[in-house]
């Protein structure tokens, strides 16, 4: 690929600021200083640095954000900030969130530039299952743990797949977590709905074989750790 633009990739700044730093001969490839702006780069055998330190280049990168509440699933708003917003110092990646959490849902959002794995884990022939911790307004019975395992009857009419309903507590405000295989819009409130209660709060704790990880606070987010990567590589 050309230089200048596994440069920019990198974070070097614009094609404009990329060409100033090779123009101040600070960019190097296999040690020799690079004289022209346009000439090409194998990003896996060639050893490029600029001020004498390695540029390590990655097309795709993948993150684990801690949702917060109040953020929106998307890359840009002119009202609300979005989840992208949280990832400092990747501007330079063209980042999205993979799938979507409502505004008022915390948790577990992956943020990549993958477009391919966004259609693996969101898409339903994948199948790919999320689990969600939620806080019920009211109890939370067996009865619906058996209407969920059936799947149950949306407002519009949409019958879900079977949903997995675990009760961890059941009182005036019941504790669960609920592991679905789809992402239709709202459906973990509409799931909710369909036997007459109400989620108070939502968060995701799961998706596939990646757990949110716990040591992160809210609107902290980190890489994709080897082994989530190997999951990811595995659909
Ligand atoms: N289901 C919902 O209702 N909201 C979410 O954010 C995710 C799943």
Redesign the pocket.
Known sequence: MRLDKLLSHAGFGSRRDVKELIKKKLVTVNNEVVRKVNIKVDPDKDIVEVNQKQVIYEENVYFMLNKPDGYLSATIDNKFPVVTDLINGYDHYDLFPVG???KD?EGLLIITNDGALNHKLTSPNYEVPKT?YAEIQGKVTEEDVKLFSQGVVLDDGYHTKPGQLKIITSDHLSKIELTITE?KY?????MFKSVDKE?VY?K?IKMGEIKLDESLKLGEFRRLNEIEMNYCHSL
């Open positions: 979507r959490l409502d849902t969600y992402g709202h459906q973990v409130k509409r989620v939502l995701r």
